[in-house]
Every structure is written in structure tokens, then in C-alpha cells.
């Protein structure tokens, strides 16, 4: 019997043991696994220590475990810092030198939690690798967005003062490490990595959009009539189908803000607003919360929405647009966004769109420095005449332009003037700007100066900018380098300038710049930032019934 007992207890022993070393083996192997993953990320110490603990449970995790797991982390971490945001402004805690910079960081991080609760559904719960892959590139751009988000924030605080600015520039710097890796990991791990060039060819072919919001990917039979109807033809229309605006009492309402207050909130169907021809001195504002409005004017010539802040008068850059757009899906036709602050006032933009899947045509954007503020998401323009002096085309979207006249104007005294400005912060973001089928030309004032005004076809605001120029016509007021640095070397190296098949006197490309990041493009190199491949554009531009060109 005793020797039975300790047979038993032996036996219950060796069992024990090896559970233990089971649980011990697997643990180590799930910590091998979760640093393999995060290694590559920028912030590889927090994706472990985030990682390790909740993955640990999981006997085989696979990429999209980890994936949803960061992007919860990071849901967790923005919403301390919404929390301590909702305090921001009060009494003395944080005190602002430029108009709107915590409402900017506010509108801006209510942006970033909603798209990352966007970019979960879109990982969770797929049932097929196609589908999968479909709404992985939907939240690429959406991570994209939520980083830019973060670097506009940081900005406007800069000048900031008062106790909660270290503690609230700790908080977002910590949330948003999350995010950027939880980007890292989508394009490292998922099979649709960035290339230096563009984005993966793979799969996309396929590539469907699955908006919550966004344009209707069919477009009902009233909004294809309207949407096609000439400016002439708009009568027809009664006040059930469009929104009228007039200057002269005449429409629905007076002034485009107005117009916009009416129009209805989270709305699948697009609101039609019809502005009639006039000039409409205002700050428009479309917020997040009114997706799908279409703007139609009597023409560019006709309609004018004019406004004139300005960072010289204290506001942010962000806050300065004559019209800021953060509601998706928003469309743009024959109209003119101009800022009149004038070339002294440095940064003054005229159209700020920091919106997904939004097209103008058309329209004419006026401006100095700063004209047209292209934040984030997926944009495209068409046919639109964009004029400035310095960075007038500057942000952080996926952005095409096709058959543009880009107008430099005159600056003020001792200043340059520079088309792009780029700001790609890291190798992960799928974002950059095309100009394709363009004019790239001057005023005439421009021209009887170039001798003495040097002017560029972009500069690196931030160290992986990335712009090309396809197959347009460049003018000779462009030095035959081409290009400018931003300060010193930063981003010579990491940047990514390119330019296929160009014409005109400006496009020789025999004395451009020779620094590393600079490219001659070939065929396959300039197919990747066509509206096909880099903004995903046969997808949706159909629903919007303006032209494009999907390729080469």
C-alpha cells in the first residue's frame, strides 16, 4: 500500500513538473514571438511590455492578434489623454498664444479615437483573407490620419504655456507611440507594406472600400443628375433636393455657414449645397460629424468664399482655412477658396481638407504661403487652378492632382517660393503627393523676376516627404536643381522626390539635386502614385461622377 502511495505521488509529481515547463516553455516562446514582432516597430520596448501580458493567454497568436491588441492599447492610452484634453483651457492650466490650438488638438484627437475604433472593426471579425486585406489598407489610412493628427497638435502647443502642457505633450507622445507601431505592424506583417516608391501592387485589383460613412459607392439617381447638371441647368432642382445659398436673400439661406448648420449630421446620403455666384466673406467650418456634402458653385469665376486669418494674426495654421473640412466624402465643384490675408502674413490657407475620400473639381484655390492645406486621408483634385508663393501645397495626405494649372506667384522681398511641402513622418505612412498631367507655371510678375526670385518644386517639412511629378509641364521659372532642403540635410536621405516624363523648359532633369532620396522615375515607380494604386480611387471617385485617369 505505501509503496502504491508513492507511486502515486511520484506520478502526481512528474505531472506537475511538466505543466510547469509546458507553461514556462510556452511563455518564453510567446515573449520570442511578441519581440520578433515588435522589434521592427519605432518604439519596440512599449510594443513588448504592452504585448506581453495580454498575449500571453493566447497559446498561438497570430499577426492580427497582436495587431487589434496594440490598437487597443492604444485606445486605452488616448482616451487618458481625451480625459485630460477635456480639461485643457480651464482657468490657467494651459494657456494658448495662437487662436485655436487647443480646440485644434481637441477636433483633432475626437478624429483619432474615432478612426481607431474604425481601424478595429475593420481587423476584427473578417472572414477571409481578401476581406481582410480590403479593410487593413482602409486602416493604414486611417492610422495615417491619426499620426498627423498627433504632429498638428504638437504644433500649435508649441507656444503654448501653463502646467498641463509637459503633462498633456507626455500623454499624447505616449498614446501615439502605440499608435505608430500598431501602423508598423499592419505594413510590416499584413502583406501590404509601403515600398519606398508607392504601395504594394498586390491584391489591388481588388481592393474594395467598406465605409461606415464615407461616399456612397453607388450614387442614386438624383444625386447623379445633380451632379452632372451644369450650373445653368440647377433651376430645375427644387429646395427638397438641393440647399440654396445667395448673397441676395434668394436661396435658403444667406451665407454658406448657415447652410451648413442645417445640413443633416452623420448623414449616409449626401447633402447638396448650391451656392449661388457672389462673394461670401466667412470661415466655413464642415466638422467630422457632417460627412458627404457636396459644395456647387456657378463657377469658379462667380462663386467666391473669401476669408482672411492668418498666422501673423494669431491662429493656427490649422485653424487659419477660409474653409476647413473634417467631414468625409466631401466633394467640391466650381468654386473659388481664397484667403486675402496677403503675402506678408505668412501661413494663411485658403482650403484645409482633413477628410477621407474627398474630390474637388474645378475650383480654384487662392492664397500666398500656405494656400491649400492637404492634412491627411485620401484627396484628389481636378482641373483646378492652386496659386501661392511658399509650401502652397503642403500636408500629410495620399493626394493626386491631375491636369491642374499650379500658378507660384510673387513673394514679398528676399523670399523664395516652393510648390510642396511634404510631411511623411515615417516609412509606414502610406501618404504623399502626385501631380499628374499638370501645368506648373508662374504669374507674369513671377516671370520678369525669376532672375532674381529662385523657385522649387518642393522641400521636405518632414524627414520621409514624399512628392512626385508625372507627366506635366514645367515651365522654365524653375531653378534646374528642382528641389530645396528643408534645413541642413535632414531628409535628403529618407525623402522620396520623383519625376517621369515631364515636358517643358523647367523639366530638364540634368542638374537636379543628387541627394539620395531624389529619383528619375521609371514606368513601374510613377504607376504606383497613379489614382488606382495610391489613393485606391477607382473605388470610389465613380460615385463622385468627376473625371479622373486611374493610370499612367
Known amino acids: 500500500m505505501a509503496s502504491f502511495i508513492l507511486k502515486s505521488f511520484l506520478l502526481l509529481l512528474s505531472i506537475i513538473f511538466s505543466a510547469s515547463s509546458f507553461t514556462t516553455s510556452s511563455s518564453t516562446s510567446l515573449d520570442s514571438h511578441t519581440r520578433s514582432v515588435c522589434k521592427s516597430t519605432p518604439y519596440p520596448d512599449v510594443c513588448f511590455d504592452s504585448l506581453k501580458l495580454s498575449i500571453s493567454i493566447n497559446i498561438s497568436p497570430n499577426i492580427i492578434t497582436y495587431l487589434l491588441q496594440s490598437l487597443q492599447n492604444a485606445l486605452s492610452e488616448a482616451g487618458k489623454l481625451s480625459n485630460l484634453l477635456s480639461t485643457a483651457g480651464e482657468a490657467s492650466n494651459l494657456i494658448e498664444k495662437q487662436k485655436g490650438a487647443i480646440q485644434d488638438c481637441k477636433d483633432l484627437h475626437q478624429v483619432t479615437m474615432s478612426y481607431l475604433k474604425r481601424s478595429v472593426s475593420r481587423i476584427s471579425g473578417t472572414s477571409s483573407s481578401g476581406a481582410q486585406k480590403q479593410k487593413i489598407d482602409d486602416a493604414k489610412a486611417f492610422l495615417t490620419a491619426a499620426l498627423t493628427n498627433k504632429n498638428t497638435c504638437l504644433e500649435g ?10 503633462v498633456l505633450v507626455n500623454s499624447m507622445i505616449s498614446a501615439y507611440k502605440h499608435v505608430s507601431n500598431s501602423l508598423s505592424i499592419l505594413s510590416k506583417n499584413t502583406g501590404t507594406s509601403s515600398s519606398t516608391t508607392g504601395t504594394s501592387n498586390e491584391g489591388h485589383g481588388n481592393r474594395r472600400l467598406m465605409m461606415a460613412m464615407g461616399p456612397p459607392k453607388w450614387l442614386s439617381r438624383k444625386d447623379r443628375r445633380i451632379l452632372q447638371t451644369s450650373s445653368s441647368s440647377m433651376d430645375e432642382y427644387d429646395p427638397s433636393q438641393v440647399i440654396w445659398v445667395a448673397t441676395d436673400g434668394s436661396g435658403n439661406f444667406s451665407t454658406v455657414t448657415e447652410a451648413i448648420d442645417f445640413a443633416p449630421n452623420n448623414s449616409y446620403d449626401r447633402t447638396i449645397i448650391y451656392i449661388r455666384q457672389g462673394v461670401y466673406e466667412e470661415n466655413v467650418e464642415i466638422p467630422s460629424y457632417k460627412p458627404n456634402i457636396v459644395l456647387l458653385g456657378d463657377g469658379s469665376n462667380a462663386t467666391v468664399i473669401i476669408g482672411n486669418r492668418s498666422v501673423v494674426d494669431g491662429w493656427t495654421t490649422f485653424r487659419s482655412a477660409t474653409v476647413a473640412v473634417s467631414g468625409e466624402g466631401f466633394l467640391a465643384r466650381d468654386i473659388t477658396f481664397e484667403n486675402g490675408a496677403g503675402p506678408g502674413k505668412h501661413q494663411a490657407v485658403a482650403l484645409r481638407i482633413n477628410a477621407d475620400l474627398a474630390a474637388v473639381y474645378r475650383c480654384t484655390m487662392n492664397g500666398y504661403q500656405d494656400t491649400l492645406y492637404v492634412h491627411s486621408f485620401r484627396q484628389f483634385y481636378r482641373e483646378c487652378d492652386i496659386s501661392g508663393t511658399i509650401d502652397f501645397i503642403f500636408g500629410n495626405a495620399a493626394v493626386v492632382f491631375q491636369a491642374c494649372s499650379i500658378i ?32 506648373i507655371v508662374a504669374t507674369d510678375e513671377l516671370y520678369s523676376n525669376s532672375g532674381n526670385v529662385k523657385s522649387y518644386l518642393g522641400r521636405p517639412w518632414r524627414v520621409y516627404s514624399r512628392t512626385v511629378y508625372i507627366e506635366s509641364f514645367i515651365d522654365d521659372f524653375i531653378v534646374p536643381a528642382g528641389w530645396i532642403e528643408w534645413s541642413g540635410d535632414q531628409g535628403l536621405d529618407t525623402l522620396y522626390y520623383g519625376e517621369y516624363e515631364n515636358t517643358g523648359p523647367g523639366s530638364k532633369t540634368g542638374n537636379r539635386v543628387t541627394w539620395p532620396g531624389y529619383h528619375i522615375m521609371d514606368y513601374y515607380d510613377a504607376s504606383n502614385f497613379t489614382v488606382s494604386e495610391f489613393i485606391t480611387g477607382d473605388e470610389w471617385l465613380d460615385s463622385t461622377s468627376f473625371p479622373y485617369d486611374d493610370g499612367i
Not at 502647443?157 to 509637459?166: C, F, I, M, Y
Request: glycine share 8%; hydrophobic share 25%.
Open 157 to 166: 502647443l508649441d507656444s503654448a504655456s501653463g502646467p498641463l502642457k509637459p
Open 408 to 439: 507660384s506667384r510673387m513673394p514679398i522681398p528676399g523670399q523664395f517660393t516652393v510648390i510642396t511641402a511634404q510631411s511623411r513622418d515615417t516609412p509606414d505612412e502610406d501618404s504623399g503627393i502626385s501631380i499628374q498631367n499638370c501645368s
